[in-house]
């Protein structure tokens, strides 16, 4: 997607924003390009400067040093200049209320200097493409969080900016809403848009951006492709398991004894147990891991790895790549405890070892999963477990 | 939307495009809420017109009536009405719907990422403000002949009337939006009453600013409160029989305080758009 020669259309160099009364940097020495007619990622925890980095390159928010240019214009010198090159969908709803959908729309492009012709067929046009066409004429309040989504990124389009920003996208929309919103910001970077996007929907994103730059304090830890990010876990993958503890189990003990087995770097315990993975905060492996590099859909042929045949202590299933975790039946899965093993070898050779281990406990293996790192795994292994 | 080639899209880019002219821009910031206002047209009118009549009613056709005014009072009273309507409507109608939309519906801020200065988005508030300020004064005057059964009326003391009454909707509206955006949010209604209601009361509406004389220190009071010059300054030019504040001084006072409240309000505008 980069092509050479062209000067990227967003460059930031050494940005840093402290807010008033604030101690810490929000954000902290951050620097990356964008090429036009590419998507860049920036990824990170709660709280980790994604936003304000949004808000200073949308001229919103006033960086405290640091440069930043968008579509060859300087935001810090000219942030009237930088205006006419972007377009940003921001993290909260900030629809104009007192207008129609349509009139958002047109205001908008009134508001960029697009002819009063020119607007209202972009308008028909966009609200048909986001699927808005038959309730443009609706009160904003009628809306439900997907459609108020879709028509600020609609918005968004209207006046074809040179950069387009969007602050979490996907969050909390369904994964109708969601596959649509992808592609169309995928039309947008065919069509020569830069994209910045901050996400927590990693593994959905995968597959979508070129570059991925991940912040925590506001400061990049890692700056790559997804698959360069992905390979440097390379060799590692996770395995979950779903276990009844005996009579009298002990899962700290349990946990020690699975640290000791060779292969396995790290074993913890899952919480919540009975949630779907989709709700539970952080969602580890959980959303639409098929758009993820490797994931392809459901498990087929290749998709799953073989276990070794006769295992079979307790339910053996939904193994395999793609497969959702969310799928078990809840009441079997709250019966269980629910323990994650990050392993350095193959997860096949590991099994044997692993089920002697718990038999020797009289605990009982409800459920085997087996799962590449995918990008949300490079995540937690560069940003760690922690709340923010 | 016409599907472009991808090859040839990345080279439009590499050039800053064009940004649309300021007036563009601006008219269309405008042109938003002139549409807002035409809708909220009725609201306006009961939230000015209502207060204002009712005085008028009391004041005049009840202690009227009871001869605990003289009937010369309406008369007085009317300029100082209209004064306050342009006041307070260009003050209240932009006041509470800034602090809804910088606070809670976030909606202004498709008008902050317009390609203008922030400032002038801003300034198409205070016009709108005076707007509203203007439409009031414009109501009020035959809605209170209407209820009071006469009104002073001076052709040639309309040019002046208007010009206070516009300066009084562009000062109203200036620190309307001074306080909606430097003031707390949480207790935007009491700090908001805690400024406005001393405004209205010291503001000369129900009498006559020379005949304070008797109180001289309510007097001083009364010349720090814009709104004196306002009501005297239409007083003058409906009654010129009565003592009034000369309209030079009047004049002079709200151009000095339309500059300083303008400048706040952009200030003040500004400090909360951009943090
Ligand atoms: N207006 C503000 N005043 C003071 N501090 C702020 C303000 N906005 C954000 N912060 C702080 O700056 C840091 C970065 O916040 P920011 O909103 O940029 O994070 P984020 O990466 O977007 O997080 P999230 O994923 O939760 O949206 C946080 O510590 C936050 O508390
Ligand atoms: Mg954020």
Redo the contacts between chains.
Sequence with gaps: MT?RG??P?VEVDQLVKR?PKSEVNAVDGLSFTV???EIFGLFGPNGAGKSTTI?IL?????ATSGRAVI???DVLRDP??A???L??V?Q????????TPR??LL??A????VGRRERES?AD??LE?FGLADRADKRIEAYSGGMAQRLMIA?ALIHEP??LFLDEPTNGLDPQTRLLIWNRIHQMR?????IVLTTHQMNDAAGLVDRVGVVDHGRLLTLDTPTNLVRSLAGRSILDLTVALGPQGDVDALLTALREVSGVRKAEQLAAPALPAARRPGGFGANGRAMGPGRGGPPGPGGGRGLPPGLGAGRLAALGLGAAVGTLPSARARAGTRIRLHLATDPAALLGPILTLLSDRSANLTDVRVSEPSLEDVFIELTGRGLR | MTVVDATAAPARTTVARPRPSTATVFLAVLRRDLLVTGKELWVILVQVGLTPLFMLFVFDTILGAQGVVGRSFADLFLPGIIALAAFTTALQSVALPLVKEFGFTMEIEDRLMAPIPTGLVAVGKLVIATIRGLLAAVLIYPLGALVVGSAPWRPEGLPQALLVVLLGAWIGGGLGITLATILPIQRINITLSLVVTPIIWTGCIHYPWPRLSTIPWYQIVTLFNPMTYVSEGVRGALLPTVPHISPWACLAVLTAVAAITTATAVRGFTRRAIQ
């Design positions: 092509s062209t000067p259309t807010y090429e036009p007619g808000g949308t001229t919103r928010i006033r579509g060859g214009v009237v200049g205006r006419a090159q377009a940003v921001p909260h709803n900030n629809l104009d209320r007192s207008l009139q958002n205001y908008h009134a508001y960029h200097g972009r046009d966009l493409r918005r040179a950069v065919d069509r020569g848009v830069s």
